[in-house]
C-alpha cells in the first residue's frame, strides 16, 4: 500500500499534476507512510526530470514546474522527516554557491539536520564566497555546508575554501559539500572535508564532528 502511494507520488510529479502531487503529500503527512522514503519517492522524480530536460523531451517551462511541485510537496514533507534527536549540537552555516538557484536539496538537508538539534543558519542560494567566508566569522559555525548542482559553479566551492584560509578561520570550521554537481573525489580536491551525498548521511557525518 505504501510502496503503492510512492509511486503514485512520482508519477504526479511527473504527470506535472500539482494538485494530485499536494493531495498525496498531505495524505502521506498524515499517514504510516514513511516521511524519508516520500521524499526520497519526489527526489527519484525529480531525477527522472532532469533526464527528460536532458534529453531534450522537456523545457525549462516543464523543469520550472516540476520544480515546483517538488517545492510544495517537500515543504509539507521534509520538515516532519524523523531523526534521533539529541538536544542542542552546534551551529551550521548552510547555502546554495554563487551562479546556483537551486535549493530544494539544500533545505531538506536543512529541515533534517535541525530536526537532529543542530542550529541552522540558512544563508538562501546564489551566495558569493565572501558571503560565506563573513558567516562563519561571525557565527563560529561547527560547520559549513555548501550545496552545488551546476558542474558550471562548482569552482565556487575552492573559491570558499581559499577565503576561508586567506582570513585564516579555515582550521576553525569543517566544510561539508553536497548537490548533484560533485563527488567525494571533488571534495577531497577541493580540499573540503566530506561528502554528503544526501541529508542524513550529512546529518551523520557533523554529529560525528560533534561528538570529536
Ligand atoms: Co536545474 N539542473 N537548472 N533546475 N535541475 C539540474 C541540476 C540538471 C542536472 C538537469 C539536467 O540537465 N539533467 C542540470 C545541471 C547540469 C550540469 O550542471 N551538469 C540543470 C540545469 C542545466 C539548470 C539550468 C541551467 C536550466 C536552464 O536555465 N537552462 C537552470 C540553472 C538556474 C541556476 O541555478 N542558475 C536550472 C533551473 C532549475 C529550476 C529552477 C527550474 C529547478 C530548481 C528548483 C529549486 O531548487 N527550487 C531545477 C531542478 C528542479 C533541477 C533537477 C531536475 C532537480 C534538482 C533537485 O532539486 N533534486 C536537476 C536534475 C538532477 O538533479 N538530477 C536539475 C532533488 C534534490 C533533493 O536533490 O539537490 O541533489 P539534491 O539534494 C540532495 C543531495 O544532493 C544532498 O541532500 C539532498 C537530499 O538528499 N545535498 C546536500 C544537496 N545539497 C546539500 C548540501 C549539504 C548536504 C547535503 O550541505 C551540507
Given at each position: 500500500?505504501?510502496?503503492?502511494?510512492?509511486?503514485?507520488?512520482?508519477?504526479?510529479?511527473?504527470?506535472?499534476?500539482?494538485?494530485?502531487?499536494?493531495?498525496?503529500a498531505?495524505?502521506?503527512?498524515?499517514?504510516?507512510?514513511r516521511?524519508?522514503?516520500?521524499?526520497?519517492a519526489?527526489?527519484e522524480?525529480?531525477?527522472?526530470?532532469g533526464?527528460?530536460?536532458?534529453?531534450?523531451?522537456?523545457?525549462?517551462?516543464?523543469?520550472?514546474?516540476a520544480?515546483?511541485?517538488?517545492?510544495?510537496?517537500?515543504?509539507?514533507?521534509?520538515?516532519?522527516?524523523?531523526?534521533a534527536?539529541s538536544?542542542?549540537l552546534?551551529?551550521?552555516?548552510v547555502?546554495?554557491?554563487?551562479g546556483?538557484?537551486?535549493?530544494?536539496?539544500?533545505d531538506?538537508?536543512?529541515?533534517?539536520?535541525?530536526?537532529?538539534g543542530?542550529?541552522l543558519?540558512?544563508l538562501?542560494?546564489?551566495v558569493?564566497?565572501?558571503?560565506?567566508?563573513?558567516a562563519?566569522?561571525?557565527h563560529?559555525p561547527l560547520?559549513l555546508g555548501?550545496?552545488?548542482?551546476?558542474?558550471t559553479?562548482?569552482?565556487?566551492?575552492?573559491k570558499?575554501?581559499e577565503?576561508?584560509?586567506?582570513?585564516?578561520?579555515?582550521?576553525?570550521?569543517?566544510?561539508?559539500?553536497?548537490g548533484?554537481?560533485?563527488?567525494e573525489?571533488?571534495?577531497?580536491?577541493a580540499?573540503?572535508?566530506a561528502?554528503?551525498p544526501?541529508?542524513?548521511?550529512g546529518?551523520?557525518?557533523?554529529?560525528?564532528?560533534?561528538?570529536?
Open positions: 500500500m505504501s510502496g503503492e502511494i510512492l509511486e503514485q507520488l512520482k508519477a504526479r510529479l511527473l504527470d506535472l499534476d500539482m494538485d494530485g502531487a499536494v493531495e498525496l498531505e495524505l502521506v503527512a498524515g499517514g504510516d507512510v516521511i524519508a522514503d516520500a521524499v526520497n519526489i527526489s522524480g525529480l531525477e527522472v526530470v533526464q527528460r530536460f536532458q534529453r531534450g523531451e522537456w523545457f525549462l517551462t516543464e523543469l520550472v514546474y520544480g515546483e511541485i517538488a517545492r510544495e510537496t517537500m515543504d509539507l514533507l521534509s520538515p516532519l522527516m524523523e531523526t534527536s538536544g542542542p552546534g551551529t551550521v552555516v547555502g546554495t554557491v554563487a546556483d538557484l537551486h535549493d530544494l536539496g539544500k531538506i538537508f536543512i529541515n533534517y539536520a535541525r530536526s537532529a543542530f542550529k543558519i540558512d538562501g542560494v546564489d558569493p564566497a565572501e558571503g560565506f567566508v563573513s562563519v566569522k561571525e563560529h560547520a555548501m550545496s552545488c548542482l551546476l558542474t559553479t562548482d569552482s565556487e566551492i575552492g570558499v575554501i577565503g576561508l584560509k586567506r582570513q585564516n578561520v579555515r582550521d576553525k570550521v569543517k566544510v561539508i559539500i553536497g548533484a554537481a560533485l563527488t573525489q571533488f571534495a577531497e580536491n580540499g573540503a572535508d561528502f554528503a544526501d541529508a542524513v548521511t546529518t551523520d557525518i557533523i554529529r560525528g564532528w560533534g561528538a570529536s
